[in-house]
């Protein structure tokens, strides 16, 4: 089992930044591929980022490249979202998942991740 708990989301401006963070328990970290997913009111749950487990790949929705870095630490069991240049439509509620190494490189499909968080609540205002 793992246990994933997001943090860092809130209110900022237009053009402002965010750094989410998402702490995962157990010993295996490691051995998980991490992804961020987001779901605004009203839509589908989309990709927004992913990292394989290994750390050495990443892979991000075109609506965020350039802007958002994902990235993990894991000696701190804990994988990252740097936002920047945040846009109102990047309001959303932001939700990390793992997905085991076996079944998953670093993909952009929910289905290929067997834990997720609670979500942290990203608003950006105009």
């Known amino acids: 089992q793992v246990q994933l708990v997001e943090s860092g989301g809130g209110l900022v401006q237009a053009g402002g930044s965010l750094r989410l963070s998402c702490a995962a328990s157990?010993?295996?970290?490691?051995?998980?591929?991490m992804g961020w997913f987001r779901q605004a009111p009203g839509k589908e749950r989309e990709f927004v980022a992913t990292?394989?487990?290994?750390?050495?790949?990443?892979d991000y929705a075109d609506s965020v490249k350039g802007r958002f870095t994902i990235s993990r630490d894991n000696a701190k069991n804990t994988v990252y979202l740097q936002m920047n240049s945040l846009e109102p439509e990047d309001t959303a509620v932001y939700y990390c998942?793992?997905?085991?190494?076996?079944?998953?490189?670093?993909?952009?499909?929910?289905?290929?991740?067997?834990?997720w968080g609670q979500g942290t609540q990203v608003t950006v205002s105009s």
């Open positions: 157990g010993r295996t970290f490691s051995s998980y591929s």
């Open positions: 998942a793992a997905g085991h190494r076996t079944t998953n490189s670093g993909s952009p499909t929910p289905g290929a991740y067997n834990y």
């Open positions: 990292i394989r487990w290994s750390g050495g790949n990443t």
